[in-house]
């Protein structure tokens, strides 16, 4: 991964989704470990990724909210895929409802304004 600039490349390890905030300042991205996938942020200048997302349940397709302050995903639990809302710190996580169709097309979502 490189600064919008090309300068400060770094390693994230496998990661997928990569996507930054509306500021520029933070990228979340999807971190696959062993057993799951999980969604972990990283300042533009670098330093350690802060996972947001729970281990134990797949959570992929990060998307920021216009403001910056939250983050939309979804979550996999065995059979059950749930559209997520979190704060950008990980906080204040809810589930806004279940997902359902062909999900191998990778579904895309994003924010409405109000």
């Not at 997928?16 to 509306?22: A, G, I, V």
């Amino acid at each position: 991964m490189t600064n919008l600039d090309g300068t400060g490349q770094w390693f994230l390890g496998t990661a997928s989704s990569p996507t930054w905030s509306p500021d520029g300042r933070r990228l979340a991205f999807v971190l696959s470990r062993v057993g799951g996938a999980q969604i972990d942020v990283r300042d533009s200048t670098g330093g350690t990724p802060v996972r947001l997302t729970d281990p134990r349940v797949i959570s992929v397709r990060p998307t920021w909210s216009p403001d910056g302050r939250q983050i939309a995903f979804l979550i996999i639990d065995g059979g059950t895929v749930t559209l997520t809302v979190m704060d950008a710190d990980g906080s204040h996580k809810r589930g806004l409802g279940s997902v359902y169709g062909d999900l191998s097309a990778r579904p895309v979502f994003s924010w409405r304004p109000r």
